[in-house]
């Protein structure tokens, strides 16, 4: 039977519509395995705030005619304080919002966000990605101290590694944990082919992780097909890119709908569906996706699905033993 409810409330015609955004192109780091298209300069890049003004995609926001979950994603979304800080202000501070979320390298100054006041600081959770290829743990370090004396909600420490990097992880999880109390995110690198090759090299390479990632998570972050699966998340997810396009979340297509949107002007006509839909992608990796599909309940149940995941893992790494969702 599919799976319904929860603070989504999959399978009904009022779920929370989930949407990400892609901010911009324009990045500050160059990670081998990065999956998106970045650009060192802002001139070059797609971004958000040169194609619409901040006022234009925020009342594009307010019209979409469901309560909302937002994720931000870039390239870096921090570089541009001039547009991502009214953005953020006013976004928050829309009734119908019921999430926010921001990925985010935390390479970037507080001091040029001091104009979003500090309760909508408290509300926009940071997902900050430490890449040890691009800055070392002390740099790293200080710049997230920084950030949490802000008043920034960091929500997760993702550490991204390459399977050589995965022995240095409870150095790196305790290091947070004492200095923090954040959860540090064992994320492997997903094409070092060591992840997803031959079975036999796989599961060795998975073997580290097997005690860090509970069994569900192990495997889409390493690699274990989706395709053909029953989702929700298409079902009630949308990207929209830097220039205002939106299309159904992983590249879903269903019959009955045009492929794209003009999200700036007719984002009164996002139509989230009470069924789920069959994946149309080989693997999928991101844990606030996956939480969806029909097979990872108790996954996707709340609306903070950072805290939910974190929940799952803690739990797991003290008890790798037990079931754990
Ligand atoms: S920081 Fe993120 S967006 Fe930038 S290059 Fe690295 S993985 Fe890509
Ligand atoms: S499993 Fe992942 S890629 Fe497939 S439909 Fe669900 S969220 Fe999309």
Redesign the pocket.
């Known amino acids: 039977m599919a799976r319904s409810g929860g603070d989504y409330r999959l399978g009904t015609d009022e779920p929370v519509v989930i949407i990400e955004l892609g901010v911009t192109s324009w990045c500050n780091y160059r990670c081998a395995y990065c999956v998106t298209e970045v650009h060192a300069r802002r001139g070059d890049a797609r971004h958000a705030f040169d194609h619409h003004p901040v006022d234009a995609w925020v009342a594009a926001f307010a019209r979409v005619p469901y309560e909302l979950s937002l994720l931000c994603r870039g390239g870096e979304p921090f570089l541009d304080h001039d547009g991502f800080a009214p953005f953020l202000t006013a976004m928050t501070a829309l009734p119908r919002l019921r999430y926010l979320r921001v990925d985010t390298n935390g390479s970037w100054s507080p001091a040029r966000y001091d104009a979003v006041p500090r309760p909508a600081r408290a509300r926009v959770q940071l997902n900050v990605s430490f890449h040890p290829t691009q800055l070392g743990l002390d740099a790293f370090a200080r710049r997230v101290d920084a950030i949490v004396a802000a008043g920034w909600h960091v929500a997760m420490i993702n550490y991204v590694m390459a399977p050589g990097q995965a022995a240095d992880y409870p150095r790196v999880r305790d290091f947070f944990l004492d200095r923090h109390g954040l959860y540090v995110n064992p994320n492997p690198d997903a094409y070092d082919p060591a992840w997803t090759d031959l079975p036999r090299v796989r599961r060795a390479a998975q073997d580290p992780l097997r005690a860090l990632l509970p069994a569900l998570d192990l495997a889409r972050k390493t690699g274990t097909p ?1 395709a053909g ?1 029953p ?1 929700f ?2 079902s009630i997810a949308y990207f929209v890119g830097p220039d205002g396009v939106a299309a159904r ?2 590249d ?1 297509r269903l019959p009955d709908e045009p492929a794209r949107l003009d999200f700036l002007r007719d984002s009164a006509r996002l139509r989230p569906r009470a069924a789920p ?1 069959p ?3 080989p693997t ?1 990796l ?1 844990l606030d ?2 939480a ?2 029909d097979d990872a309940e108790p996954r996707g149940r709340r609306i903070d699905l950072l805290d939910e995941y974190v929940e799952a893992c803690r739990a797991h790494q003290r008890d790798p033993g037990a079931a754990s969702g």
Do not use: D, G, I
Request: aromatic share 16%.
């Open positions: 989706t699966r989702c998340f298409p979340a992983c879903a839909v994946c149309p992608q999928c991101c996706r996956y969806f599909l």
